[in-house]
């Protein structure tokens, strides 16, 4: 199975600077389409996750400009351009390449310092 | 409004059995694979099971495999998770999600405990 791994754990950010987490796969994540299917949730405290990022780099509809993805292959990252308090929560990237067997990363929190 | 609302948690005992049943509305349903998802107490998300629109593939984490069966009414637009066998390992919120993952339930609660 694939592994997905985060870094860092944990990140406290200071408001108005920017962030960024990085997410590695054991294996690649170009799937035979030529699509690579890493998404990015955001999981605030006591919610649901909810998708920002598909496809590496593609914001879903409602999510701020600040956040964006990218990478290729096996190392991927999640950039915050400027943290807002709204920001805190926990961050996961998941691989849907190697479907229907899907896997998250372990998580990165981040909070303000 | 799209939505998905889960049901069916509680409090069971070891080696109980639970039926979580998933609600979805203002999307077809029918046209989506759809996903378990749960998350045991200050852990991480970790994906249980998905099944294919028509419900003749179906996939599961090794940890749930011969234990969890996932199933889909598409007539009732409605997603189930019969889970047998149930061990203290199991706790966790569970979450369904369509694939490809950009709609999410509230979560039910799943404790199994002595």
């Known amino acids: 199975d694939v592994v997905m791994t985060q870094s860092p754990l944990s990140l406290p950010v200071t408001l108005g600077q920017p962030a960024s987490i990085s997410c590695r796969s054991s294996q690649s994540l170009v799937h035979s389409d030529g699509n690579t299917y890493l998404n990015w949730f955001q999981q605030r405290p006591g919610q649901s996750p909810r998708r920002l990022i598909y496809?590496?780099?593609n914001r879903d509809s409602g999510v701020p400009d600040r956040f964006s993805g990218s990478g290729s292959g096996t190392d991927f990252t999640l950039k915050i351009s400027r943290v807002e308090a709204e920001d805190v929560g926990v961050y996961y990237c998941?691989?849907?390449?190697?479907?229907?067997?899907?896997?998250f990363g372990g998580g990165t929190k981040v909070e303000i310092k | 409004e799209v939505q998905l609302v889960e049901s069916g948690g509680g409090l069971v005992q070891p080696g109980g059995s639970l039926r979580l049943s998933c609600a979805a509305s203002?999307?077809?349903?029918?046209?989506?694979?759809m996903s378990w998802v749960r998350q045991a107490p200050g852990k991480g998300l970790e994906w249980v099971a998905n099944i294919k629109q028509d419900g003749s593939e179906k996939y599961y984490v090794d940890s749930v495999k011969g234990r969890f069966t996932i199933s889909r009414d598409n007539a009732k637009n409605s997603l189930y998770l019969q889970m047998n066998s149930l061990r203290a390992e199991d706790t966790a919120v569970y979450y369904c999600?369509?694939?490809?993952?950009?709609?999410w339930g509230k979560g039910t609660t799943v404790t199994v405990s002595s």
């Open positions: 998941m691989q849907g390449t190697h479907w229907p067997h899907l896997t």
């Open positions: 999600a369509n694939d490809p993952m950009d709609v």
């Open positions: 496809k590496v780099s």
């Open positions: 203002g999307f077809t349903f029918s046209s989506y694979w």
